[in-house]
């Protein structure tokens, strides 16, 4: 058998070891762990990820004193902190192995039989005839590596900058976004991500942008390893979604967002979510007690939307459309108007024994109580409190909808009553800088373009959050602000 680079790594090690009597720099000894390298490798051969790496171990000679040793090899810090790896071993020599005893893992600057690279305490220990010190062969395999290591020794090195680390997982479907030098490398990279991530069962790549060929914000895909299957499953914010991942649009990455707004919304609120999608803002919200009413144009999106809906308990609640954006708008707000609707709410509290029996004895003695049940009841707004405009590429382009929303109705808001305007939550595009003040200067500009009126960053209810980076030169951001009455009233 020939001899392993691991092996030569050591052999290297003792020989500087000799030469200049100073132990060699902690990268030395990481070098040793990881994967062995094929930048020519095209098809993923797992068998060649193996080696067998020499370390020095602790022979406890008393097993009920492991955790003694154990210890004190921390303190020392010689004991061998490697991620995965039980640093607890069965003997190496079969004899013995077969009588139950067990061996520390050493770190690499630790030599058998070079007692000045062993400490005092390791020197004490063994002098104690608490352990002695051997030579220890620790095999590693590609199931022990991660999907970082495995690529990081495939792909070539003048590529190694900007690894394909990142991903979004969307069910049990890994969504890549990968540059062109990666090309060559796309199913080996999706063999690897699949090996390494258990709830993974698929592997697709985006050929082009999101909304590039429909106007429902899919995208055109490519599976590069695993079930082709694009139906999945999404837990968010204690809700359940199923839908088709290629017929619609969902964002992992959004979560935060979608919470964001959704804790803004009081119970007995409405809402009007105009690009609803599948429910992410509406149906966490209607399980806030909020009414939602929630409209996408894609069908796909609208089947999956009621089916969210009646799955997850809040067809009380969110009542989805299937509409363009801009009519639905301006039809939401007057069916809401004409429509008296209630919410009724009920909920259970288990009673408590009487006093002097114990469940046990009551139920003998008389028919178990009831849970009480308590009612409540929220009557649904004849206006909306919110608008939601979840679609960044176009939604501000839909905001000439909101002139003259309320025309004629102007007794139904402040001063007249209590109750305000609207909020308009519009997502959008914009640059990236470190500060935003020009984007938030150039979407405020944009907005009062559409809307036909003036609003500055400055004022006091507007609001541009800088929701996340989408390229290197690209953010999403959200534009609250409330619906200007010269607006609503033209």
């Known amino acids: 058998m020939g001899v392993s680079t691991s092996e030569i790594l050591h052999f290297k090690w003792l020989l500087t070891v000799a030469q200049t009597k100073e132990l060699p720099p902690p990268s030395f000894a990481d070098d040793m762990f990881r994967p062995p390298v094929n930048r020519a490798m095209r098809v993923l051969d797992r068998s060649f990820f193996k080696k067998r790496i020499p370390l020095a171990a602790a022979r406890v000679l008393d097993n009920t004193k492991i955790s003694k040793c154990r210890k004190e090899l921390e303190r020392s810090k ?9 640093v607890v071993r069965p003997d190496p020599e079969e004899g013995p192995r077969a009588s139950g005893r067990k061996c520390l893992l050493l770190q690499a600057t630790v030599i058998p039989n070079d007692t000045s690279t062993w400490s005092s305490t390791l ?4 002098a104690n005839k608490d352990l002695n010190v051997l030579d220890y062969k620790l095999d590693l395999n590609y199931d022990y590596w991660t999907y970082h290591d495995i690529i990081s020794s495939i792909l070539p090195e003048d590529e190694q900058e900007e690894l394909p680390t990142g991903f979004s997982v969307v069910g049990h479907i890994a969504h890549l976004n990968l540059r062109y030098p990666y090309f060559p490398y796309k199913n080996l990279i999706a063999e690897v991500l699949l090996d390494k991530n258990p709830n993974v069962r698929t592997v697709i790549n985006k050929i082009d942008d999101v909304g590039t060929t429909s106007e429902f914000r899919t995208f055109t895909y490519e599976v590069l390893a695993g079930d082709p299957d694009m139906n999945v499953e999404v837990k968010e914010e204690d809700c359940i979604f199923r839908f088709d ?7 992992s990455r959004l979560n935060t967002e979608h919470r964001r707004l959704v804790e803004m919304f009081q119970p007995g609120e409405a809402v009007c979510d105009v690009m609803a999608g599948v429910g992410p803002f509406a149906v966490p919200a209607g399980k806030r007690e909020v009414f939602v009413w929630a409209n996408d144009l894609n069908p ?3 089947i999956s939307l009621k089916a969210a809906v009646e799955r997850n308990k809040v067809s009380q ?14 039809e939401a707000a007057e069916q ?5 609707k209630t919410a009724v709410i009920k909920t259970k509290q288990s009673r408590s024994p009487s006093k002097g029996h114990s469940s046990v004895a009551s139920s003998k003695i008389r028919p178990r109580s009831q849970p009480s049940v308590t009612v409540r009841t929220l009557r649904q707004p004849r206006t909306f409190n919110h608008y939601v405009m979840n679609l960044p590429a176009t939604a501000i382009t839909f905001l000439d909808a909101f002139i003259g929303l309320y025309r004629w109705r102007e007794q139904l808001f402040s001063p007249h009553t209590t109750t305000k305007l609207p909020m308009i939550h519009v997502h959008c595009f914009s640059t990236k800088s470190d500060d935003n003040v020009d984007e938030k200067r150039k979407i405020c500009t944009t907005i009062s373009e559409r809307i036909q009126f003036d609003i500055t960053p400055d004022d006091p209810e507007v609001e541009i959050w800088d929701v996340r980076d989408v390229a290197p030169k690209k953010r999403m951001f959200c534009a609250s602000f409330r619906l200007p009455a010269e607006v609503a009233f033209r």
Not at 123 to 126: E, G, K, S, T, Y
Not at 245 to 251: A, D, E, F, P
Not at 336 to 340: C, P, Q, R, V, Y
Request: charged share 30%; no cysteine; aromatic share 20%.
């Open 123 to 126: 020197q004490d220990l063994v």
């Open 336 to 340: 809401l108007f004409s429509e008296d």
């Open 317 to 330: 609640f969110v009542h989805p459309f299937n509409v363009d954006g801009r009519l639905f708008i301006r």
């Open 78 to 86: 010689e004991l061998l902190r490697l991620e995965r790896i039980a």
């Open 300 to 302: 796909d999106s609208y």
């Open 245 to 251: 991942y290629s017929k619609v649009y969902w964002n």
